[in-house]
């Protein structure tokens, strides 16, 4: 496993656009092409990233702007991991576990040469199957404790999962636990 790098199984020609592209045509070419991000280029080099979820939240949060308008340079995250195209899939697979990333774009001499997604890894390395999949669940995990702690910041009733009996519905904060009424009046 060591000796397969990230040049022999990345994707070479990734999905581009350049940075004054409107948030319209990102979200045309990601469902065009299938992909769940867009690289942003500039003379070859790269400059940000585009994803669903940052369209999504554009849609969302700008509203009264038409996503004709906005540009992908403008929501763009402003740091973005990388690896080079020398790396082995064991180093890549760490960077994103890292940064819990499921792709990473490859540059070279400051250039991006292609891009390596979880799917490339899987597709060559289907045995790396589990070690993924417990970043993923790992994943899944923390966005369940941010939820459960969102949740027990919240003082009005609301429909949920019950900590104490696992059950579906109306919830309330009981000494910083979010429960049903059944565990509370049983307290």
């Known amino acids: 496993m060591g000796e397969?790098?990230?040049?022999?199984?990345m994707t070479r020609d990734p999905i581009t656009v350049k940075?004054?592209?409107n948030l319209l045509e990102c979200?045309?070419?990601i469902v065009r092409k299938r992909v769940g991000s867009i690289l942003i280029t500039q003379k070859k080099?790269?400059?940000g990233i585009i994803s669903e979820k940052d369209i999504l939240w554009a849609l969302i949060k700008k509203s009264k702007e038409d996503l004709s308008k906005i540009k992908a340079i403008e929501i763009s995250p402003k740091k973005i991991a990388t690896i080079q195209p020398f790396s082995t899939i064991k180093d890549t697979i760490k960077k994103m576990n890292k940064f819990?990333?499921?792709k990473l774009p490859v540059i070279q001499k400051k250039e991006l040469v292609g891009v390596v997604t979880v799917r490339d890894i899987l597709n060559f390395h289907p045995e790396l199957y589990k070690e993924?999949?417990?970043f993923a669940q790992i994943r899944e995990e923390t966005k369940k404790f941010k939820r459960i702690k969102k949740a027990k910041e919240r003082k009005s009733m609301h429909e949920g999962i019950c900590e104490e009996c696992g059950n579906q519905d109306f919830l309330r904060k009981v000494d910083g636990r979010v429960i049903c009424e059944?565990?509370?009046d049983a307290m």
């Open 100 to 102: 819990k990333f499921d």
């Open 4 to 9: 397969i790098l990230v040049s022999d199984i």
């Open 132 to 134: 993924i999949d417990e």
């Open 182 to 184: 059944s565990c509370r």
């Open 19 to 21: 940075p004054e592209t």
């Open 45 to 47: 080099k790269l400059v």
């Open 27 to 29: 979200a045309k070419q």
